[in-house]
Nanobody
Framework: VQLVESGGGSVQAGGSLRLSCVASGFSFDDGAIGWFRQTPDTEREGVAIIDINDDATYYKDSVKGRFTITSDNLKNTVYLQLNRLEPEDTAVYYC?????????????????????WGQGTQVTVSS
């Protein structure tokens, strides 16, 4: 499985970005795919996930209403639209996939539930 992220950059607070992740070697018919982020001072945290089995989406509380995750199964691509960005959103954003269904919903945003990772893309939000 190979995951390649793109779309990061530097924006001012209130701005928008769209991240893309192209997945190869991964079938969009089972499992979960989504986005995590990490700063030098924090543990990797789940931001937004799509459960491929039922298209359910899950978000970190602080991004609800601002970020939107979508997928294009024909293109093997998952997107994260980031709106109304805040300086606290500054981080490296990683794409990740999980093979197999989500079995414990309360752990869907836990990084150790995921099997493959991209190299990350930097998002920097200035005030």
């Amino acid at each position: 499985v190979q995951l390649v992220e793109s779309g990061g950059g530097s924006v001012q607070a209130g701005g928008s970005l769209r991240l893309s992740c192209v997945a190869s070697g991964f079938s969009f018919d089972d499992g979960a795919i989504g986005w995590f982020r990490q700063t030098p001072d924090t543990e990797r945290e789940g931001v937004a996930i799509i459960d491929i089995n039922d298209d359910a989406t899950y978000y970190k509380d602080s991004v609800k209403g601002r970020f939107t995750i979508t997928s294009d199964n024909l293109k093997n691509t998952v997107y994260l639209q980031l709106n109304r960005l805040e300086p606290e959103d500054t981080a490296v954003y990683y794409c990740a996939v999980r093979r197999g269904p989500i079995t414990i919903e309360t752990r869907v945003l836990s990084w150790n539930e995921y099997d493959y990772w991209g190299q990350g893309t930097q998002v920097t939000v200035s005030s």
